[in-house]
Protein backbone atom coordinates (compact mmCIF):
# COMPACT_ATOMS: atom_id res chain seq x y z
CA UNK A 1 0.00 0.00 0.00
CA UNK A 2 1.39 3.15 -1.01
CA UNK A 3 1.05 6.35 1.17
CA UNK A 4 1.06 9.97 0.23
CA UNK A 5 1.49 12.48 3.58
CA UNK A 6 1.24 16.19 3.07
CA UNK A 7 1.86 18.90 5.54
CA UNK A 8 2.70 22.47 6.00
CA UNK A 9 -0.36 23.48 5.27
CA UNK A 10 -2.11 26.42 7.59
CA UNK A 11 -3.45 29.83 8.02
CA UNK A 12 -1.42 32.71 6.60
CA UNK A 13 -1.73 36.26 5.57
CA UNK A 14 -1.28 37.72 2.06
CA UNK A 15 2.40 38.27 1.57
CA UNK A 16 3.63 35.11 4.06
CA UNK A 17 5.24 32.46 2.91
CA UNK A 18 4.49 28.52 3.68
CA UNK A 19 6.53 25.56 3.29
CA UNK A 20 4.71 22.17 1.62
CA UNK A 21 6.08 19.34 2.26
CA UNK A 22 4.50 15.14 0.70
CA UNK A 23 6.45 12.14 1.37
CA UNK A 24 5.41 8.73 0.12
CA UNK A 25 5.94 5.47 1.27
CA UNK A 26 4.96 2.17 1.18
CA UNK A 27 6.10 -0.40 -1.89
CA UNK A 28 8.53 0.76 -3.83
CA UNK A 29 7.62 3.61 -6.29
CA UNK A 30 8.20 3.73 -9.90
CA UNK A 31 7.84 7.55 -10.07
CA UNK A 32 7.97 9.48 -13.70
CA UNK A 33 6.73 12.73 -11.73
CA UNK A 34 5.30 14.06 -8.29
CA UNK A 35 3.11 17.48 -8.35
CA UNK A 36 0.96 19.50 -6.45
CA UNK A 37 -2.82 20.15 -7.21
CA UNK A 38 -5.05 22.14 -5.45
CA UNK A 39 -8.99 22.53 -5.21
CA UNK A 40 -10.73 25.78 -3.66
CA UNK A 41 -13.99 25.69 -2.57
CA UNK A 42 -16.94 25.70 -5.15
CA UNK A 43 -13.94 24.97 -7.76
CA UNK A 44 -12.70 22.12 -9.65
CA UNK A 45 -8.95 21.19 -8.68
CA UNK A 46 -6.09 22.27 -10.60
CA UNK A 47 -2.68 21.56 -11.63
CA UNK A 48 -0.34 23.79 -9.43
CA UNK A 49 3.19 22.25 -10.13
CA UNK A 50 5.06 18.78 -11.13
CA UNK A 51 8.83 17.68 -11.23
CA UNK A 52 9.96 15.16 -13.03
CA UNK A 53 11.38 12.56 -11.09
CA UNK A 54 14.51 11.95 -13.17
CA UNK A 55 16.18 14.94 -14.17
CA UNK A 56 14.42 17.17 -12.54
CA UNK A 57 12.27 19.65 -14.83
CA UNK A 58 9.57 21.56 -13.34
CA UNK A 59 6.16 22.52 -14.69
CA UNK A 60 4.27 25.83 -12.89
CA UNK A 61 0.67 27.16 -13.27
CA UNK A 62 0.92 30.42 -14.52
CA UNK A 63 -0.88 31.75 -11.69
CA UNK A 64 2.38 30.55 -8.93
CA UNK A 65 4.77 31.14 -11.59
CA UNK A 66 7.81 33.39 -9.65
CA UNK A 67 6.08 32.77 -6.36
CA UNK A 68 5.90 29.03 -6.12
CA UNK A 69 9.24 26.58 -6.34
CA UNK A 70 8.66 23.23 -6.56
CA UNK A 71 11.48 20.58 -5.06
CA UNK A 72 12.41 17.10 -4.52
CA UNK A 73 14.58 14.98 -2.26
CA UNK A 74 14.86 11.35 -4.20
CA UNK A 75 16.31 9.63 -0.98
CA UNK A 76 13.63 10.62 0.80
CA UNK A 77 10.98 10.24 -1.63
CA UNK A 78 9.75 13.33 -0.71
CA UNK A 79 8.42 16.32 -2.75
CA UNK A 80 8.38 19.91 -1.30
CA UNK A 81 6.49 23.39 -2.38
CA UNK A 82 8.01 26.63 -1.08
CA UNK A 83 5.01 28.78 -1.33
CA UNK A 84 5.86 32.33 -1.32
CA UNK A 85 3.77 36.04 -1.63
CA UNK A 86 1.03 34.06 -0.72
CA UNK A 87 -2.68 35.69 -2.30
CA UNK A 88 -5.97 34.99 -0.91
CA UNK A 89 -6.74 33.59 -4.19
CA UNK A 90 -4.79 30.67 -3.19
CA UNK A 91 -6.80 29.40 -0.62
CA UNK A 92 -7.48 25.88 -1.12
CA UNK A 93 -6.66 22.27 -0.51
CA UNK A 94 -3.48 21.05 -1.44
CA UNK A 95 -2.99 17.71 -2.70
CA UNK A 96 0.17 15.66 -3.26
CA UNK A 97 0.38 13.20 -6.56
CA UNK A 98 2.37 10.82 -8.33
CA UNK A 99 2.58 9.55 -11.79
CA UNK A 100 4.10 6.41 -11.61
CA UNK A 101 5.98 5.28 -14.71
CA UNK A 102 3.60 3.42 -16.76
CA UNK A 103 0.42 5.20 -15.52
CA UNK A 104 -1.64 7.58 -18.67
CA UNK A 105 -1.69 9.88 -15.98
CA UNK A 106 -1.07 11.30 -11.76
CA UNK A 107 -2.65 7.81 -9.94
CA UNK A 108 -1.45 7.78 -6.26
CA UNK A 109 -3.38 11.19 -4.34
CA UNK A 110 -2.67 12.37 -0.90
CA UNK A 111 -5.51 13.80 1.26
CA UNK A 112 -4.35 16.86 1.26
CA UNK A 113 -3.54 19.81 3.75
CA UNK A 114 -5.25 22.98 3.54
CA UNK A 115 -3.98 26.16 2.99
CA UNK A 116 -6.11 29.70 4.11
CA UNK A 117 -4.82 32.84 3.09
CA UNK A 118 -6.30 35.86 4.51
CA UNK A 119 -6.20 39.82 3.19
Known amino acids: QVQLVESGGGLVQAGDSLRLSCAASGRPLSMYAMAWFRQAPGKEREFVSS????????YYADTVKGRFTISRNIARNQVYLQMNNLKPEDTAVYYCSVHQVGASDYNLWGQGTQVTVSS
Open 51 to 58: IRWSGGAT
